[in-house]
């Protein structure tokens, strides 16, 4: 089947990819929809199509017969497989993606053309690719995709050892993907920020914190108890950690139908937390009625004594870092604590990790049936996962 995708995605650029895969041939005598016969593309060196070497940028002109031409470069990425690259404005693909559709191709989504071209594994970590948001994310996942280490490589190193019955082999391999298993909520954010909820008593700074650690004014703060109604969030990362930071409403009792909302709301983000920073005020002492963090955290609480500038007045909790967001003091200290409890060991540079939760699924399910010596189910698991699901005809 002749496939034809738009791998750029939607909005303004200067430049958008139409890949297509199919016979070369077909851009040199296709049909036109009237019947008349005629190049879509004609090269500025006057080669046919098929004839243009591979992986080889080659300027020139797209036009369907009866249409107007415009510029563009192809680049023939294998004797099936090639790309146009053309002005980044929609009329352009759209034509070149109708043209290509009239000379017997189907439109896919870019995810269903690379799935079909290079199989489901390389169409997720593409995906995940996508959403990576810091270079040492975009490196792991990049890593995954190659051929001698990460994911793909030891998954068609198991692939081969079930082939060839080579139990030895296969035993270590079984380890590896345990490590894999276990990597699996590193592995998974990054292309999926952690999710740090800042909490504690009203008025305890917790705005001022979020401040603090973006670097610049997210949230409004006031000396006012109860200001943060809602959640509010923003994005950062700490030494390559991607974070999704949500300041919260002041947890207290009240009878306010506003507040206690914004309350509800954020003991829902205690609960899907990576990580919770529980702010404890130095500044005031401590009561006999004050909150106490929830017990009903899904991840780690890291404890934060606040406006340290000031002085004293409780004592400082056991294992907490020291803060004052007005003078910067203690950030430091605060983002290295937020790492260690987010990653107490971080996973070398060139591992093999999982980027998504169904893989980390698909994963889990191929560890079982390894272990349980079931190789058929395994090779049809892997074949689906890792080999091009369609052809062109």
Known sequence: MWRVSLLTPPGRGAIAVVAFTGPADVLDCPTSADGRAGPLFLAARGLPVAALPLVTPCLGRWGAPGSAAEDVVLVRRADNRLE????????AAERILGDLETAGAEVVSWFDDLVAYRGLIHAELVEALSRATT???????????????????????????????????????????????ARAAFGEHLAQPWQVVLAGPPNVGKSSLLNALLGYHRAIVSPIAGTT????????????????????????????PLERSGIELTRE????????????????PETSSEIAFPANTRGPVLVVAHKCDRPALRPIPDGAVCVSSRTGAGIPELLTAIHRALVPIEPEPECALTALPEQTLRLKQLLEQVVHGDDRAALELLDDWLLPRGRSS
Do not use: F, M, P
């Open 135 to 181: 270079w040492q994310a975009t490196a792991r996942l990049l890593t995954q995709q190659n051929d001698q280490s990460g994911l793909v490589a030891t998954l068609t190193a198991v692939r081969e050892a079930l082939l060839s019955k080579q139990t030895a082999e296969l035993g270590v391999l079984t380890g590896r993907l345990q490590t894999i298993v």
């Open 269 to 284: 983000q205690l609960v899907t937390a990576d990580l919770t920073l529980w702010l404890v005020d130095l500044s005031i």
């Open 84 to 91: 146009v690259h053309c002005h980044g404005g929609r009329a």
């Open 229 to 256: 109604r809602d959640v509010v969030t923003a994005e950062t990362a700490i030494e390559g950690l991607a974070l999704r930071l949500a300041d919260t409403a002041g947890l207290r009792e009240t009878a306010e």
